[in-house]
């Protein structure tokens, strides 16, 4: 760390206005304690903020703080820490000589203060943010919006964005940019990484599915009614019409229902398992940056006189990353019950579905009986046909899709035992 190594040379520059560049493999790390002061610090840290580190212990972490930034976003950010919650934003620091510097960080407790890890960040995702922050600081600024509220409309901003909570959003910020990191480094991404991509990728394609299956049933509805007017039209003969007619909508509300309660609500199982799949790839993606943050304190070590703090610091982001893994475990085994939870379910639905065959090959009967008055019978029949082929061809996606999660959560679980 800086303040062990006295030849450690401040970065060069000159004062005035602009972004410090730093290369994208570079890490930032800081401890801090209850009240934010700083207590360590790396040479990263140092060379990029420009402060030595007689100016950086014992001050406020808010040293570094921008005036670009929104009062909002360290609203949440305190507000999570002292929740005893992990927190991950986007931060523009300044300078020692008026220049600034973006980072992704990630923060979370420890006994006695808190840890912050950051890197470069560079993705779409980001740029979008930096548009919801001018919004929010300018409205600080010009309206008085206080802290809280600015928090409140950074949560409304990212859910326009599709990020239903922040959780949800600090998973994708963090997996974009250490994807990105990846690629623009070379360094290839954790196995487990992948995993949680190929899994985040899968829930939201089932939630596709299901989308798609609503708007499906919404489209069919019509069919009970369009049969109860043929039914009126064909008096006596239309009585057995009118009677499939209701139990086919009554199929069709009990579809509807599966598939609401599939998806919405805090207690759905696509909502259980869509925030902890999030919740264990923020948890890995931390622990990932945990590690590789532990190694290079070795830079630090390298001449220092006293490696004792380095060591100490080094240890514990190394302890950390293991209860991260523990966590992430714990999600996993949360995503496992709800996966197969998912499995039975599809199958009450597909009982449905074989209801509307049995509907179905009725209205073929009924059309035969009715010579020359059936065409519109077998109008409705070949709606049925097409409705239902295509909610079967939804489901055996979401079976499969389920599949592809329980797949990648037992190679997960078979990893961390």
């Given at each position: 760390?800086?303040?062990?190594?006295?030849?450690?040379?401040?970065?060069?520059?000159?004062?005035?206005?602009?972004?410090?560049p730093?290369?994208?493999?570079?890490?930032?790390?800081?401890?801090?304690?209850?009240r934010g002061?700083?207590?360590?610090?790396?040479?990263?840290f140092?060379?990029?903020?420009?402060?030595?580190?007689?100016?950086?212990?014992?001050?406020?972490?808010?040293?570094?703080?921008h005036?670009?930034?929104?009062?909002?976003?360290?609203?949440?950010?305190w507000?999570?820490?002292?929740?005893?919650?992990?927190?991950?934003?986007?931060v523009?620091?300044?300078?020692?000589?008026?220049?600034?510097?973006?980072?992704?960080?990630?923060?979370?407790?420890?006994?006695?203060?808190?840890?912050?890890v950051?890197?470069?960040?560079?993705?779409?995702?980001f740029?979008?943010?930096?548009?919801?922050?001018?919004?929010?600081?300018?409205?600080?600024l010009?309206?008085?919006?206080?802290?809280?509220?600015?928090?409140?409309?950074?949560?409304a901003?990212?859910?326009?964005?599709g990020?239903?909570?922040?959780?949800?959003?600090?998973?994708?910020?963090?997996?974009?940019?250490?994807?990105?990191?990846?690629?623009?480094?070379?360094?290839?991404?954790?196995?487990?990484?992948?995993?949680f991509?190929?899994m985040v990728?899968?829930?939201?394609?089932?939630?596709?599915?299901?989308?798609?299956?609503?708007?499906?049933?919404?489209?069919i509805?019509?069919?009970?009614?369009?049969?109860?007017?043929?039914?009126?039209?064909?008096?006596?003969?239309?009585?057995?019409?009118?009677?499939?007619s209701?139990?086919y909508?009554?199929?069709?509300?009990?579809?509807?229902?599966?598939?609401?309660?599939?998806?919405?609500?805090?207690?759905?199982?696509?909502?259980?398992?869509?925030?902890?799949?999030?919740?264990g790839?923020?948890?890995?993606?931390?622990?990932?940056?945990?590690?590789?943050?532990?190694?290079?304190?070795?830079?630090?070590?390298?001449?220092a006189?006293?490696?004792a703090?380095l060591?100490?610091?080094?240890q514990?982001?190394?302890?950390?990353?293991?209860?991260?893994?523990?966590?992430?475990?714990?999600?996993?085994?949360?995503?496992?019950?709800?996966?197969?939870?998912l499995?039975?379910?599809?199958?009450?639905?597909?009982?449905?579905?074989?209801?509307?065959?049995?509907?179905?090959?009725?209205?073929?009967?009924?059309?035969?009986?009715?010579?020359?008055?059936?065409?519109?019978?077998?109008?409705?029949?070949d709606?049925?046909?097409?409705?239902?082929?295509?909610?079967?061809?939804?489901?055996?996606?979401?079976?499969?899709?389920?599949?592809i999660?329980?797949?990648?959560?037992?190679?997960?679980?078979?990893?961390?035992?």
């Amino acid at each position: 760390m800086s303040q062990h190594d006295s030849q450690l040379v401040t970065q060069t520059r000159s004062s005035g206005m602009g972004e410090v560049p730093f290369e994208t493999g570079s890490m930032f790390y800081s401890r801090t304690d209850r009240r934010g002061v700083i207590i360590e610090g790396n040479s990263v840290f140092r060379r990029i903020s420009g402060f030595g580190w007689e100016e950086l212990k014992g001050a406020p972490h808010k040293l570094v703080r921008h005036a670009d930034m929104p009062t909002g976003v360290f609203h949440l950010f305190w507000e999570r820490l002292k929740a005893g919650k992990q927190v991950s934003a986007y931060v523009k620091n300044k300078t020692k000589d008026g220049r600034h510097y973006w980072v992704l960080a990630v923060a979370w407790p420890i006994p006695d203060g808190y840890i912050s890890v950051r890197i470069k960040p560079h993705t779409e995702l980001f740029a979008s943010v930096r548009e919801i922050y001018a919004e929010m600081r300018r409205a600080e600024l010009e309206d008085g919006v206080t802290p809280a509220r600015s928090c409140e409309a950074l949560l409304a901003a990212l859910q326009e964005h599709g990020f239903e909570t922040y959780d949800a959003f600090m998973s994708a910020a963090l997996s974009r940019e250490l994807e990105e990191r990846s690629k623009r480094t070379g360094i290839a991404l954790d196995s487990r990484q992948q995993r949680f991509l190929t899994m985040v990728h899968t829930i939201n394609q089932i939630r596709e599915e299901t989308d798609a299956m609503t708007e499906i049933i919404k489209a069919i509805r019509t069919v009970p009614m369009n049969m109860r007017i043929l039914a009126s039209r064909l008096e006596n003969a239309g009585g057995p019409i009118s009677a499939i007619s209701v139990n086919y909508g009554s199929m069709l509300d009990e579809m509807a229902t599966w598939v609401h309660e599939f998806v919405e609500g805090r207690d759905s199982t696509y909502i259980r398992m869509r925030e902890t799949i999030e919740r264990g790839q923020f948890l890995v993606c931390a622990a990932v940056m945990q590690r590789e943050m532990s190694t290079l304190f070795e830079e630090d070590m390298r001449g220092a006189p006293n490696t004792a703090a380095l060591q100490a610091d080094q240890q514990t982001l190394r302890t950390e990353a293991t209860q991260f893994g523990k966590l992430s475990d714990e999600a996993l085994k949360v995503v496992e019950t709800e996966a197969t939870r998912l499995g039975r379910s599809v199958l009450d639905m597909k009982r449905y579905v074989t209801g509307l065959s049995s509907t179905r090959m009725m209205c073929k009967i009924e059309s035969a009986t009715l010579n020359g008055s059936g065409d519109s019978l077998s109008g409705i029949v070949d709606q049925l046909d097409a409705g239902q082929d295509e909610i079967e061809a939804r489901l055996a996606k979401i079976v499969e899709l389920n599949t592809i999660i329980q797949s990648n959560t037992a190679m997960l679980r078979a990893v961390t035992n």
